[in-house]
């Protein structure tokens, strides 16, 4: 049981290019969510979705874009990245929204030269 | 918009020592707090999650309490080990659903 895995650990990109960065989770969660983690700063929702095909803008959505096509999948896409984008995110994921214990990747360290 | 503070930044303590860690929100409508552990480099790993109509949660030498009307949340660490150095962070669960985090407490347990 692999829990919730990230992919890549770590990336560098250079202003104006664009990635993906991959989460999935094997517990057949519904919920699952984005953040990024800044130096000196809490935790911060970007993208979430409660069910395959269902997505929504979390307190940071700006740049970012997201989808949900599977249970298992939610990859988040930086379209055309800026150094305020310089961040670790995580993934996370849970049975519901709000209610449940939420289980957490490893996270993406990215940096934006 | 709710805002969780965590008291201290860091805190460094012999091992041996029993301590807490604070957390405080400004919104008293939630639905769920929950304490994380994470280690450097690291994601997060849920250590206790408190309803809002719970008062308290132990697991082994941890203990989370909670008081929904003052907006203060405590995390109590037993008998302090080398082995529970980490940063600890508390998050709120709103009636929007949406998980507020604090900054996290740095925790430094000395051999």
């Known amino acids: 049981n692999a829990g919730v895995t990230q992919t890549p650990k770590f990336q560098v990109l250079k202003t104006g290019q664009s990635m993906t960065l991959q989460c999935a989770q094997d517990?057949?969660?519904?919920?699952m969510s984005w953040y990024r983690q800044d130096p000196g700063m809490g935790l911060r929702l970007i993208h979430y979705?409660?069910?395959?095909?269902?997505?929504d803008q979390g307190e940071v959505p700006n740049g970012y874009n997201v989808s949900r096509s599977t249970t298992e999948d939610f990859p988040l896409r930086l379209l055309s990245a800026a150094p305020s984008q310089t961040s670790v995110y995580f993934c996370?994921?849970?049975?519901?929204?709000?209610?449940?214990?939420?289980?957490f990747g490893p996270g993406t360290r990215l940096t934006v030269l | 918009k709710q805002e969780v503070t965590q008291i201290p930044a860091a805190l460094s303590v012999p091992e041996g020592e029993n301590l807490v860690l604070n957390c405080s929100f400004t919104d008293s409508a939630i639905y769920n707090l929950q304490w994380f552990r994470q280690d450097p480099g690291k994601g997060l790993t849920s250590l206790l999650l408190?309803?809002?109509?719970?008062r308290e949660q132990t697991s082994g030498r941890l203990n989370a309490s909670l008081d929904k009307s003052s907006g203060r949340s405590t995390l109590y660490i037993a008998a302090s080990q080398p082995g529970d150095s980490a940063t600890y962070l508390c998050?709120?669960?709103?009636?929007?659903?949406?998980?507020?985090f604090g900054a996290g407490t740095r925790l430094t347990v000395k051999p």
């Open positions: 996370a994921s849970s049975v519901n929204r709000g209610t449940d214990t939420q289980y």
């Open positions: 517990m057949n969660h519904e919920y």
């Open positions: 998050a709120v669960n709103g009636e929007d659903n949406d998980m507020r």
């Open positions: 979705s409660v069910g395959a095909g269902i997505t």
């Open positions: 408190i309803q809002s109509s719970q």
